[in-house]
């Protein structure tokens, strides 16, 4: 079964901080799809990023940067030098492609506060 | 392109009552996802649509809950009777090509059931 967790459940910080949110998955399948939401205050779910199995390269955008390691089954995301702006909650999801299912199961969400 | 609209944004309605929440996907796009956001389960699929066709219902959570896609640019989810424990987001959302360009997200609907 699919399961993702993200063991950060709330974190704060001072603006210009580097901060980085963990992802940790589990699936059985080979072929498999994650991805980043964000869901800002005013409370829509905003798509940041996917990323398919086969693709363990690392991506920057902005100040925004994932690191994908299938040997320890994680897909964290760094925000560099962090503004107010980036409060949020942070969601990691999983999607398995065998069956053609395209369920995402995701996190629990991980609440940042970036204080200024 | 207007994105993912769901209406109402937000509703309140008495235990017992029908619920009617509707959701009109991006033009174009073939799937159609229904999510529900709660503080304790958080973010969980509730049903999804695919050129149509409900393909996985498996976390509509019970007989109360109805969801249709009468046509590629509308559907709706239906609770009746709602109760209490229905309080929660709903997020419809929609996609194109599976899962190569993730889900659009609506704005959700708040709902409250007292």
């Known amino acids: 079964a699919q399961k993702v967790t993200q063991a950060q459940t709330e974190i704060s910080v001072v603006e210009k901080e580097d901060v980085t949110l963990d992802c940790v998955y589990e699936?059985?399948?080979?072929?498999?799809?994650l991805f980043w939401y964000k869901q800002p205050p005013s409370g829509e779910l905003v798509f940041l990023i996917r990323r398919n199995s086969f693709d363990e390269q690392n991506e920057i955008s902005g100040r925004y940067s994932w690191n994908f390691q299938k040997s320890t089954s994680s897909f964290n995301f760094t925000i560099t030098a962090s503004q107010v702006v980036d409060s949020a909650v942070y969601f990691c999801?999983?999607?398995?492609?065998?069956?053609?299912?395209?369920?995402?199961?995701f996190g629990k969400g991980m609440k940042l506060t970036v204080n200024p | 392109d207007a994105g993912v609209i769901q209406s109402p944004r937000h509703e309140v309605t008495e235990m017992g009552q029908e619920v009617t929440l509707r959701c009109k996907p991006i033009?174009?796009?073939?799937?159609l996802f229904w999510y529900r956001q709660t503080m304790m389960r958080g973010l969980e699929l509730l049903i999804y649509f695919n050129n149509n066709v409900p393909i996985d219902d498996s976390g509509m959570p019970e007989d109360r809950f109805s969801a249709k896609m009468p046509n590629a640019s509308f559907s709706t989810l239906k609770i009746q009777p709602s109760e209490p424990r229905d309080s929660a987001v709903y997020f419809c959302?929609?996609?194109?090509?599976?899962?190569?360009?993730?889900?659009?997200f609506g704005s959700g609907t708040r709902l409250t059931v007292v």
């Open positions: 033009s174009g796009h073939n799937s």
């Open positions: 699936t059985r399948d080979t072929t498999y799809y």
């Open positions: 999801a999983l999607s398995e492609a065998q069956g053609g299912s395209e369920k995402l199961v």
């Open positions: 959302a929609s996609s194109y090509g599976g899962l190569n360009y993730g889900y659009t």
